[in-house]
């Protein structure tokens, strides 16, 4: 099956600084790949996904690139604030499975 | 999101005991998943259901059972066999060979 890392598990800046999540996959097939964002005791929740024949999507100050070639892809929050504090998930799929499987998460604290 | 809907949102398990787990999807979506999630953990894939009476096991299986017998309706049995059941657990959902997968908001089993 596919296998994520993801990296760091912690960070921590400040606010208005840029912060960047980088997450590896084993699985060349695999096409989908996703960023969730969950709160303390809330559901993780979709911010921004990309699918194997985009190199980078953005959505205001979120953006996610793909390296389909080393395997890998990152989130860049850009103007960092202080609801961005949360624990973030990469997670990818293969193109011929239903099951997604997550990194371990990294979280996140802008300090104000 | 607002689609799935876990019941209850806290159960107490007393040791011996099995539990069951709701998960109710207005959303039409074909396939269903049970997640768990343990303190500062990731996501760890119990089963998964892409049709009605059909399921197959996750990364971490032993310990749960499952039933699919309605497409909205994905409950699932704690067993006593999980010798370790205290964590989150996540339901989600997504359309047939979609890509996006919503969550529930998840319900916490704790052991007593």
């Known amino acids: 099956g596919e296998n994520v890392e993801q990296h760091p598990s912690t960070l921590s800046v400040q606010e208005g600084d840029s912060a960047v999540i980088k997450c590896t996959y084993s699985d060349s097939a695999s096409n989908y790949f996703p960023w969730y964002k969950q709160e303390l005791g809330k559901r993780p929740q979709l911010i921004i996904d990309i699918r194997s024949n985009v190199g980078e999507k953005k959505d205001q100050r979120i953006a996610v690139t793909l390296n389909k070639t080393a395997k890998h892809f990152s989130l860049h929050i850009t103007e960092t604030q202080p609801e961005d504090s949360a624990v973030y998930f990469c997670a990818a799929k293969l193109s011929n499975d239903y099951k997604l499987s997550f990194g371990a998460g990294t979280t996140v604290t802008v300090r104000a | 999101d607002g689609g799935i809907t876990q019941s209850p949102k806290y159960l107490f398990r007393k040791e011996g005991q099995n539990v069951t787990l709701s998960c109710e999807q207005n959303l039409n979506h074909d396939a269903m998943y049970w997640y768990r999630q343990d303190p500062g953990q990731g996501l760890r894939l119990i089963y998964y259901?892409?049709?009605?009476?059909?399921?197959q096991k996750g990364d971490i299986a032993e310990g749960y059972s499952v039933s699919r017998e309605k497409k909205e309706s994905f409950p699932l049995t704690v067993t006593s066999a999980q010798k370790n059941p205290t964590a989150f657990y996540l339901c989600?959902?997504?359309?047939?060979?979609?890509?996006?997968?919503?969550f529930g908001e998840g319900s916490w089993l704790t052991v007593v």
């Open positions: 259901s892409q049709i009605v009476n059909d399921f």
């Open positions: 989600a959902s997504t359309i047939l060979l979609g890509n996006t997968i919503y």
